[in-house]
T-cell receptor, first 112, second 113 residues
Framework: AQSVAQPEDQVNVAEGNPLTVKCTYS??????LFWYVQYPNRGLQFLLK??????LVKGSYGFEAEFNKSQTSFHLKKPSALVSDSALYFC??????????FGKGTKLSVKP | DSGVTQTPKHLITATGQRVTLRCSPR?????VYWYQQSLDQGLQFLIH???????AKGNILERFSAQQFPDLHSELNLSSLELGDSALYFC????????????FGEGSRLTVL
């Protein structure tokens, strides 16, 4: 069965520092991988996706993610964190039924 | 703004009652997905409709049902409500099924008292 795992419940970063939110996947066949962000009391917003091609994917709001097949990882990164990046981040993969299967989420806290 | 509209935003009801949540997908999107988000279960896939037809079922209880109408809007019906049904219910849409990203609405927060 397709699945993703987010090993960290929370990540704390100082503003201006680089941030990484980790995701590993277990997928049969070609992985379709996604990152979403959720702000309090809001819906999920799409950040970026990996379908095929370049292993470094650039997305919205300065975020990027690196697909690593050998490590089965798809970590979300940003060179310089902003306080406004504080939110809940979800990694997801396509399930066999066409739906998205989400990780448990990682709470990112960026302190001034 | 994702273009996906969900109503109502908030709903408070009593155990045993029935509610209907409504979703209007983005213009042109044929696929509608329903998800439930709760603190203990995370984001759970409930059901997927494509152009009016049910395509996939996830962890949807028998007390719950959904449909997609000819104008492509969808409704999720929750009946015989229990305290544990309190959650945020999201609708998402996509133009193609199986590959692209989903676009989520703001959700309907259901509180069962």
């Amino acid at each position: 069965a397709q699945s993703v795992a987010q090993p960290e419940d929370q990540v704390n970063v100082a503003e201006g520092n680089p941030l990484t939110v980790k995701c590993t996947y277990s997928v049969s066949g070609n992985p379709y991988l996604f990152w979403y962000v959720q702000y309090p009391n809001r819906g999920l917003q799409f950040l970026l996706k990996y379908i095929t091609g370049d292993n470094l994917v650039k997305g919205s709001y300065g975020f990027e993610a690196e697909f690593n097949k050998s490590q089965t990882s798809f970590h979300l990164k940003k060179p310089s964190a902003l306080v406004s990046d504080s939110a809940l981040y979800f990694c997801a993969t396509r399930g066999s039924q066409g739906n998205l299967i989400f990780g448990k989420g990682t709470k990112l806290s960026v302190k001034p | 703004d994702s273009g996906v509209t969900q109503t109502p935003k908030h709903l408070i009801t009593a155990t045993g009652q029935r509610v209907t949540l409504r979703c209007s997908p983005r213009s042109g999107d044929l696929s509608v997905y329903w998800y439930q988000q709760s603190l203990d279960q995370g984001l759970q896939f409930l059901i997927h409709y494509y152009n009016g037809e049910e395509r996939a079922k996830g962890n949807i209880l028998e007390r719950f049902s959904a449909q997609q109408f000819p104008d492509l809007h969808s409704e999720l019906n929750l009946s015989s409500l229990e305290l544990g049904d309190s959650a945020l219910y999201f609708c998402a849409s996509s133009v193609v099924q199986g590959r692209g990203e989903l676009f989520f609405g703001e959700g309907s927060r259901l509180t069962v008292l």
